[in-house]
């Protein structure tokens, strides 16, 4: 079961700092960590426009390092789930140089932040990057990464200090770096992230509302189903551009603004799949906003119900779930003391997250392990504060 320490005295900063005396021959004199998130409920609303309620993890990312004096940067990664190579080097971009996207994937993570970055000339550096997210499991391992980077630059180079700004351009470096199109969720929860609290974010206005989380007698279980997904496959996109046709055929600039009532009287345009697709995404903002009413009122069976909503449409209308996700959230919901449970984040493998009463947490894993049909990881959290420098 993992409790994980505060990221200031984690063995993960320990492991990180000794990874960048034997990468590169000397102390890291920085340090930046930056959480993971679970998506509570509002699945695939975010690009659009729609309502979300992640929150910030004690799961993070931690990236340590030296300014150097040469106008290179090197990047180590210790993490045996990222492709070969494990350590990059490349020159620092300079007006008229540019970075580019290239090979080992998860250094396009790292060069999107570095060009993208709101203040420089960013000077060469080393570094080394350590995280406990596990990769591809739906818990934003790859914004924790874009937001560590930088949070590392703004003490190498200051920037201005703009949250909002940063959560955009670490979103940017994702697109045009990474080649996934994702919604701003991610980042900005990550940057914005605030202990003990659940943040209702509007996508579209970008306005947040703290959702306190901090009722002892209540818990969080993320259960990692170990199933890997990769969602830069066309999967991703085609869902968001069904969502796209679909609005404009309603004559929305998302569907943010439609109703289930005009996607009715529109049916028969869209096409079944289109159709279900836009159903999803309406009743999933709907359900999103009155879920962090419920949360607002401690109504928590209410919550669980909404979650288990979110689920299913996920699974029959936005068909992004898989069959280990549909095992671990039945297994839960058989658990006395259970209010909810859905999967969480892109789909097609990942985690699911579910809402219990703390002293059901111990039977629910037993419960769901043994009902599992492959072997899950369990993750008991709280809502963690948002990205940070570390002092060394």
């Not at 159903?279 to 979650?307: K, N, P």
């Not at 993750?379 to 963690?384: A, F, G, H, R």
Request: proline share 6%; charged share 20%.
């Amino acid at each position: 079961m993992a409790e994980p320490l505060d990221p200031g005295s984690s063995p993960l900063l320990a492991a990180a700092r000794r990874a960048h005396e034997a990468a590169f021959g000397g102390a890291a004199v920085l340090a930046a960590w930056a959480p993971g998130r679970v998506n509570l409920i509002g699945e695939h609303t975010d690009y659009n426009g729609g309502f979300v309620l992640p929150m910030a993890l004690q799961l993070g990312t931690v990236l340590v390092g030296s300014p150097t004096q040469d106008g290179t940067i090197s990047i180590v990664t210790t993490s045996a789930e990222a492709d070969e190579p494990l350590r990059v080097q490349f020159p620092a971009p300079r007006p008229g140089s540019s970075l580019s996207p290239g090979l080992p994937r998860w250094a396009n993570y790292v060069k999107g932040i570095i060009q993208h970055y709101r203040a420089g000339p960013v000077p060469g550096f080393s570094a080394v990057i350590a995280s406990d997210i596990p990769l591809g499991g739906g818990l934003s391992s790859s914004a924790a990464l874009e937001v560590a980077m930088y949070t590392f630059l703004q003490q190498l180079c200051p920037d201005d200090g703009d949250l909002v700004a940063k959560a955009l351009a670490c979103q940017k470096a994702e697109h045009t770096f990474a080649g996934m199109p994702c919604g701003i969720m991610d980042q900005f929860i990550s940057v914005m992230g605030r202990e003990g609290h659940a943040l209702l974010i509007d996508c579209r206005s970008l306005e947040t509302v703290l959702v306190p989380l901090t009722d002892a007698s209540l818990a969080v279980l993320i259960t990692n189903s170990n199933v890997r997904h990769t969602l830069t496959g066309s999967e991703y996109p085609t869902r968001r551009r069904q969502c796209e046709q679909a609005a404009a055929a309603l004559g929305k600039a998302s569907l943010r603004d439609a109703t289930l009532a005009e996607l009715e009287e529109a049916r028969s345009r869209l096409g079944d799949e289109v159709f279900r697709r836009a159903r999803h995404v309406i009743g999933e903002i709907a359900r999103t906003a009155q879920a962090a009413q419920a949360l607002q009122h401690r109504d928590y069976s209410m919550f669980g119900r909404l979650m288990v909503e979110s689920h299913n449409s996920l699974r029959d209308d936005y068909e992004v779930s898989c069959p280990e996700l549909d095992e671990l959230v039945a297994a839960a919901l058989e658990v006395d003391g259970v209010y909810g449970s859905r999967m969480t984040g892109g789909g097609f493998g990942g985690c699911t997250v579910t809402l219990l009463e703390a002293g059901a947490a111990e039977r629910a894993q037993q419960h769901i392990q043994e009902k599992y049909s492959g072997t899950a990881t369990f993750y008991l959290t709280k809502p963690s504060g948002g990205a940070k420098a570390l002092p060394l």
